[in-house]
């Protein structure tokens, strides 16, 4: 059975930039769509952005100025990027594949604080 | 954006009862090959979303079908036949059809 396994820094300052990693283990490294996806505290959802199979990138126009998202077939792993956070960036972040099936990572709670 | 208004906003229902949620888009979901990928997801307390429904009426792998959903164009529903407590949570609608995908604001569903 695949499962997504996230990890990064769960607390940055301002300004630093958020990285996080998301594997994919028990199964294929293929997807429609590899999303990244957060959830401030007590909030509703919000979609970060995509990355196909071949690479192609799709990101919401609220974060695209400060997010890159990449993939790494031969790690099966795909990652997000997001430069100068602040403190509005603070919330859980999921990966997620979307294919046929759609899985979502643990999540991983990043903290924005000086 | 395409705009996902969901209602009510919060649900109390009794256990065995049917439960009922709407989703509406600011545009038609219809994408240019004619799927409409409008999905319904469901966030325990404390967990991950977890998908229940994808392209308005497929239920995916391993969910009850006391859950169905319904609806075209812009117009969508989430029906639960009779609720269990297992079924607490909130629910998501998402439109995959349009970039950026977006979410409703989410429908809270307890047990009354």
């Known amino acids: 059975q695949v499962h997504l396994q996230q990890w990064g820094a769960g607390l940055l300052k301002p300004s630093e930039t958020l990285s996080l990693t998301c594997g994919v283990s028990?199964?294929?490294?293929?997807?429609?769509?590899w999303t990244w996806i957060r959830q401030p505290p007590g909030k509703g959802l919000e979609w970060i952005g995509e990355?196909?199979?071949?690479?192609?990138?799709s990101y919401n126009p609220s974060l695209k100025s400060r997010v890159t998202m990449s993939l790494d077939t031969s790690k099966e792993q795909f990652s997000l990027n997001m430069i100068s956070v602040t403190a509005a960036d603070t919330a859980v972040y999921y990966c997620?594949?979307?294919?046929?099936?759609?899985?979502w990572g643990q999540g991983t709670l990043v903290t924005v604080s000086s | 954006d395409v705009v996902m208004t969901q209602s009510p906003l919060s649900l109390a229902v009794t256990l065995g009862q049917p439960a009922s949620i709407s989703c509406r888009s600011s545009?038609?979901?219809?994408?240019?090959?004619?799927?409409?990928?409008l999905n319904w997801f469901l966030q325990r307390p404390g967990q991950s979303p977890r998908r229940l429904i994808s392209?308005?009426?497929h239920r995916d792998s391993g969910v009850p079908d006391r859950f169905s959903g319904s609806g075209s164009g812009t117009d969508f529903t989430l029906k639960i036949s009779r609720v269990e407590a297992e079924d607490v949570g909130i629910y998501y609608c998402?439109?995959?059809?349009?970039?950026?995908?977006?979410f409703g604001q989410g429908t809270k569903v307890e047990i009354k």
């Open positions: 028990g199964g294929s490294f293929t997807a429609y769509y």
């Open positions: 545009q038609s979901l219809v994408y240019v090959d004619g799927n409409t990928f």
């Open positions: 997620a594949r979307d294919y046929g099936d759609y899985l």
């Open positions: 392209n308005v009426s």
């Open positions: 990355i196909s199979q071949s690479g192609s990138t």
């Open positions: 998402m439109q995959g059809t349009h970039w950026p995908r977006t």
